[in-house]
């Protein structure tokens, strides 16, 4: 699970240990990463200091994943980066980071995790995507680019490593409570809660292994009008 320590990330890792899954987390804060191990059972959770976008980074943490728990057999990629500015307003910095994180980070990730989960013989590639990969908004041309890059990933993997009995998902949530938003809001009821996006996870997870829901939209049910 990359970026498992706050929000969206923590809400899966606590869904899926909670229905007896052994559990990687990663982030670049130590100290969230802390609190997060923290919170459950010793044994179910170990957390890896690492940043996807380095590729070297993502690496160590399948590599870490599978010496921990004897193997990898899926992998949630949550982490994410929102810069939300104008283009003639971005820094090139600011674009970089958007992209790096939020779609080559993936890309490492998934590279570096393929070969595991095909020797499993089976596995799972959740990523976590964004309505904004499909509805672009002004001030959201990074982010908005690096979701709609990430969607047009995922359709591909999915159909490279279908028959190698390796399922691949995308989730593009609207508005969620949590810190991550465009001028915070993480208290509004109206909004997606964690929670509902890792049910989404475990339901994908458990699935019937004939199926496969590869590309699943949610939204708020009554946001403001």
């Known amino acids: ?33 802390d609190a997060a191990v923290a919170r459950f059972a010793p044994g179910s959770i170990a957390a890896v200091r690492a940043d996807v976008a380095k ?78 990969g499909k509805n672009p908004f002004v001030g959201g041309a990074a982010y908005c680019a690096s979701k709609a890059g990430l969607n047009a990933f995922s359709e591909a993997l999915m159909q490279e490593v279908r028959h190698d009995n390796i399922r691949v998902s995308y989730i593009m949530p609207g508005s969620v409570a949590t810190e991550f938003g465009r001028g915070g809001g993480a208290q509004a009821e109206w909004k997606i809660a964690p929670e509902d996006i890792a049910d989404v996870v475990v339901d994908l997870v458990t699935f019937p292994p004939r199926s496969l829901p590869s590309r699943i939209e949610i939204r708020p049910s009554r946001p403001p009008k």
Do not use: Y
């Not at 559990?23 to 990463?33: A, K």
């Open 55 to 132: 590729p070297d980074e993502a690496a160590t943490a399948m590599t870490a994943a599978v010496d921990r728990f004897r193997g990898l057999d899926v992998l949630v990629n949550n982490a994410g980066v929102g810069r939300f500015a104008n283009v003639a307003d971005m820094t090139v910095a600011e674009w970089q980071n958007v992209i790096d994180t939020n779609l080559s980070g993936v890309f490492f990730s998934c590279a570096a995790a393929l070969p595991h989960l095909k020797r499993r013989g089976a596995g799972w590639i959740i990523n976590i995507s964004s309505l904004a």
């Open 1 to 33: 699970m990359t970026g498992g320590s706050r929000g969206i990330g923590l809400a899966i890792a606590t869904a899926l240990i909670a229905r007896g899954a052994h559990v990687v987390i990663t982030g670049r804060d130590q100290r969230h990463l």
